[in-house]
């Protein structure tokens, strides 16, 4: 199967410090990535959709100017979580979807997740 | 927009047991994936499965596109397969995922 990279994999920072994730499909050229956030015991949250060489698309709810995406290759996506507070500690994970295939779908590959701790 | 549901919530079989989990989603699908997120969070895709019935080791998988539901069956579990099974359908080029069904497997 494809593979998604994330980096890093835990971050622990203090609360007004930006931290950015870095996600990386390594086998195949992503148009577009996703963004997503987890907490304990829960699903899957979309938070944008990043296709290269555009802005992303945000979610309801998701503070555009707190999260920024840059999608800068058909391999890299970038989240940068700015000014970052306690609530905003959770598991991110990205993912990236391949081309469409010869049987007429794409289908998303996941990264290994980053745990964020902003103390 | 499309409701995905998963049941049951939790399962806890002892090792070598069979399982069936299930999906229902709410409206007609063209995209459903099952993944299983491990205990360090990594999701692993398991199928693409629209319709019909795929199998792959242990695990296999049905589809019953026209009844807007499909099942995960795990034969003879072990305790890798603990974990956190997700089914997700596409609908606008977004996955959407049902909450998940919480397996713990036993030794």
């Known amino acids: 199967g494809a593979v998604v990279s994330q980096h890093p994999s835990w971050v622990i920072c203090k609360s007004g410090t930006s931290v950015k994730i870095e996600c990386r499909s390594l086998?195949?050229?992503?148009?577009?990535m996703f963004w997503y956030r987890q907490f304990p015991k829960q699903s899957l949250m979309l938070m944008a959709t990043?296709?290269?060489?555009?802005?992303?698309?945000?979610e309801q709810g998701v503070e555009k100017d707190k999260f920024l995406i840059n999608h800068a290759s058909l391999t890299l996506s970038t989240l940068t979580v700015t000014s970052a507070h306690p609530e905003d500690s959770s598991f991110y994970i990205c993912?990236?979807?391949?081309?469409?295939?010869?049987?007429?779908?794409?289908?998303?590959?996941f990264g290994p997740g980053t745990r964020l701790t902003v103390l | 927009g499309i409701q995905v549901e998963q049941s049951p919530p939790d399962l806890i079989l002892q090792e070598g047991a069979n399982s069936t989990l299930r999906c229902n989603f709410s409206?007609?699908?063209?995209?459903l994936q099952w993944f299983h997120q491990n205990p360090w969070g990594q999701l692993i895709n398991l199928f693409y499965?629209?319709?019909g019935t795929k199998q792959n080791g242990r695990l296999s998988a049905t589809t019953v596109a026209t009844e807007r539901y499909s099942l995960l069956y795990i034969s003879s579990s072990q305790t890798t397969d603990s974990g956190v099974y997700f089914c997700?359908?596409?609908?606008?080029?977004?996955?959407?995922f049902g909450q998940g069904t919480e397996l713990s497997v036993k030794p």
């Open positions: 993912s990236a979807s391949t081309p469409l295939r010869a049987s007429g779908y794409n289908e998303q590959f």
């Open positions: 086998d195949f050229q992503a148009t577009t």
């Open positions: 990043s296709n290269e060489g555009s802005k992303a698309t945000y």
């Open positions: 409206d007609s699908v063209n995209n």
């Open positions: 499965i629209p319709s």
């Open positions: 997700a359908v596409r609908e606008g080029g977004k996955l959407i």
